[in-house]
């Protein structure tokens, strides 16, 4: 994982609660092996409405994507974060996102930023009053900063870390082997294994 | 100091537990399938590294296979990541449940079929309802690709301890109403986010009653509304389900695991972070009239009047206008799968609905058995001729038109009474619009062409 810098970008609004997974990217997009190219595919069947939000070309190229709560909700799929991080966003904020969706986007580089409901509807509404302001994302001091707008986001200290680090997580899980396989001596006998 | 059974199955887990860092636990099993496991082996791969324990892990086909004429049925980017799925079995060593096999079908349901889901175990898979393992009395939940490729090098996953909160159901369910609509009930009164950072225990006469299929349905929806993992702590039943099943316990094992399964409770006293009380005498059928699972009423309801600009949105998309009587909306297509929906019981109670009727003349009806060994066992005792007789379409085994990554999928304003678990937009097809119901429900609508109350229909005895 590249390590996580502050970056500005234009923020777009996506003012919508509970926006689940399979909106974010269609089912027939999941039978590719590839885990990248998924860009082209977000939000698929929203896009072929001409005033869909991220069709106004105010928001082109944007990187913070603003939204309501729930975000993510629904399927695992992790290819909603690889198409979101693939189309070019680093941020996602919103009041709060479904439980697998946050930890998925963590583990590729795409920091979903939690702030409370009315700071959200106050970007939500700086970012539709003035289409394709600029938003600053400051993982280090966690802050997102947008015209007079300026909050500061709450993040578990090991996501903050990792991603500010870069952090391969499984290199380090596999140091600790010795107590991985500690636990496995004291494994119950009657656990199922499948030989292949 | 009092336990709930959710802290039990984390202790138990516990590889490493560092303040102010994530817990490592321990993966009993890890089931893979076709779709969200490429990437993790290729990066795997890509690394270096190896599966650290293939024999804790067990793979299948389910989601995009097609329900009828094979692999050779499927388009080609389908067949490529089936077969790579199954290259990646044979590098990695991990026993595959392909296509044609005798064990094949849905991850969910074949996990408990084949005895492989026990009380007191963790498991997780690259799919989110995963939760339905949770019947059982274990920890089990749905992770993304990265983590699958976590669990295949380490067999352990980082995970922040999730709050608890108690679902207490109690009273008999009345008639007509079956473990699909305890679940909707509770989604309807919750919300769809209410359960996000909680794992949730089902307590109760009314969940102590359910079968294990029935628990199974519970539990798999428990993600709908925004928790990762629900579970039922074991008991008798449970253990008369998995008694004897190819990868249960036995002999001695048999009775030592019971003993220690007998100890999987929430001890008296314990405290949740949260409780919810539900009377189950006031549930009904229930049908859902929106675009997510919350948004739904009792089948003798109305489309509700919309609360802002969520629900204006899904009645557009589901062209429906407040004040509609549910039992006027008239449907194209019946599905009866999924892994809400698709085992030996539920394809028995739709089966009971349909014997001697026949599929209305405008609807298209679908049942997809979850797992070749349900589809085998329905087709001993004859259900399969009781659906096609009525004009049922009868298929193989898959997640199918629940998902619509094969070709089983609704065309667009094609409108569809569904047993599976998601009315998202576009989630059976792009233009589809989908209402969750029960199994018996499904099958009444099948017949009545509409959307009906299985009680009123005459078919569920009293």
Same mark, same amino acid.
């Given at each position: ?27 027939? !997009? ?11 595919? /977000? !939000? ?7 005033? @869909? ?11 913070? /994507? ?34 697998? @969706? ?23 509404? /700086? ?43 499984? *290199? ?16 119950? *006998? ?5 030989? *292949? | ?10 202790? %138990?887990? &516990? ?14 099993? +890890? ?14 791969? &890509? ?15 389910? +989601? ?15 067949? $490529? ?81 999730? $709050? ?8 008999? &369910?009345?008639?007509?109403?079956? #473990? ?8 309807? %009164?919750?919300?769809?986010? #209410? ?125 429906? $206008? ?7 909306? #008239? ?25 001697? %009727? $026949?599929?209305?003349?405008?609807? %298209?009806? &679908? ?96």
């Amino acid at each position: 994982m590249k390590k996580f810098e502050t970056f500005s970008g234009v923020a777009a609004p996506l003012d919508k609660a509970d926006v689940d997974t399979d909106q974010i990217i269609p089912k027939q !997009f999941l039978r590719r092996i590839e885990r990248s190219g998924f860009g082209p595919f /977000l !939000f698929f069947d929203w896009r072929k409405d001409p005033g @869909f939000v991220l069709n106004q070309p105010a928001y082109a190229g944007s990187r913070v /994507l603003i939204t309501g709560p729930n975000f993510g909700c629904g399927s695992s799929r992790e290819h909603a974060a690889w198409s979101l991080e693939d189309a070019g966003y680093r941020a996602v904020i919103a009041p709060s996102f479904g439980d697998i @969706f946050r930890n998925n986007s963590l583990k590729i580089g795409l920091l979903p930023v939690h702030l409370p409901a009315e700071q959200v509807r106050a970007l939500l509404d /700086l970012a539709q009053e003035q289409p394709g302001v600029e938003a600053t994302v400051d993982l280090e001091a966690q802050r997102v900063t947008m015209g007079d707008l300026s909050y500061r986001f709450q993040i578990d200290a090991h996501s903050r870390h990792c991603l500010l680090e870069g952090l391969d997580e499984i *290199a380090q899980t596999l140091r600790l082997e010795p107590e991985i396989a500690a636990y496995e001596e004291r494994r119950p *006998a009657w656990l199922p294994t499948i030989p *292949a | 100091m009092a336990q709930t059974l959710i802290q039990k199955l984390w202790d %138990r887990h &516990l590889v490493r537990s560092t303040p102010g860092e994530p817990d490592l636990l321990y993966v009993d099993l +890890h089931l893979v399938h076709e779709v969200t496991s490429p990437q993790a082996f290729e990066s795997l791969r &890509l690394a270096g590294r190896r599966v650290r324990r293939p024999e804790l892990a067990i793979a299948t086909v389910d +989601h995009n296979n097609p329900t009828r004429g094979g692999v050779e049925a499927a388009d080609e980017i389908s067949r $490529k990541q089936m077969a790579t799925l199954a290259e990646n079995c044979e590098w990695a060593g991990i026993r595959l449940y392909g296509l044609g096999s005798r064990q094949q079908g849905i991850v969910h349901v074949i996990g408990p079929e084949q005895g492989l889901t026990h009380p007191g175990m963790l498991i997780v898979c690259g799919d989110s309802h995963t939760s339905t393992h949770g019947a059982f009395g274990t920890l089990a939940f749905g992770i993304g690709s990265s983590e699958v490729e976590h669990v295949l090098a380490t067999q352990t996953l980082l995970q922040q301890r999730t $709050k608890d909160m108690a679902v207490n159901i109690e009273g008999e &369910l009345p008639p007509g109403v079956v #473990a699909k609509d305890v679940a909707l009930g509770i989604i309807a %009164r919750l919300g769809v986010a #209410a359960g996000a950072g909680h794992s949730v225990e089902y307590r109760g006469s009314t969940v102590r009653g359910l079968s294990m299929e029935g628990r199974m349905t519970l539990c798999n929806l428990t993600i709908e509304w925004g928790a990762r993992a629900g579970m039922v702590a074991p008991d008798e039943t449970t253990f008369a389900f998995l008694e004897g099943r190819r990868h249960a316990p036995q002999g001695a094992l048999w009775q030592a695991a019971l003993e220690d399964w007998r100890t999987l409770a929430s001890d008296e006293g314990a405290v949740f972070d949260s409780e919810v009380e539900i009377d189950a005498r006031e549930l009904e059928p229930y049908v859902t009239w929106g675009t997510n699972p919350g948004q739904s009423v009792p089948v003798s309801g109305r489309v509700p009047e919309p609360h802002g600009e969520t629900d204006e949105r899904a009645l557009r998309y589901m062209a429906l $206008k407040a004040g509609t009587a549910i039992q006027d909306i #008239a449907l194209d297509r019946v599905f009866i799968g999924s892994c809400t929906n698709s085992r030996l019981e539920d394809l028995r109670a739709a089966a009971e609905v349909v014997r001697g %009727r $026949k599929v209305h003349g405008r609807v %298209r009806a &679908l049942v997809v058995p979850g797992s070749t060994p349900v589809k085998l066992a329905a087709e001993a005792e004859g259900l399969d001729r009781v659906f096609a007789e009525a004009g049922f379409e009868w298929r193989d085994a898959g997640c199918s038109m629940c998902l619509g990554m094969n070709p089983d999928i609704l065309q667009p304003g094609e409108r569809c009474a569904s047993t599976s678990n998601r009315n998202f937009e576009g989630r059976q097809g792009a233009g589809g619009r989908t209402h969750l119901v029960s199994p018996p429900m499904a099958a009444a609508a099948a017949i009545a062409g509409h959307l009906v109350d299985v009680r009123e229909f005459g078919l569920v005895p009293a």
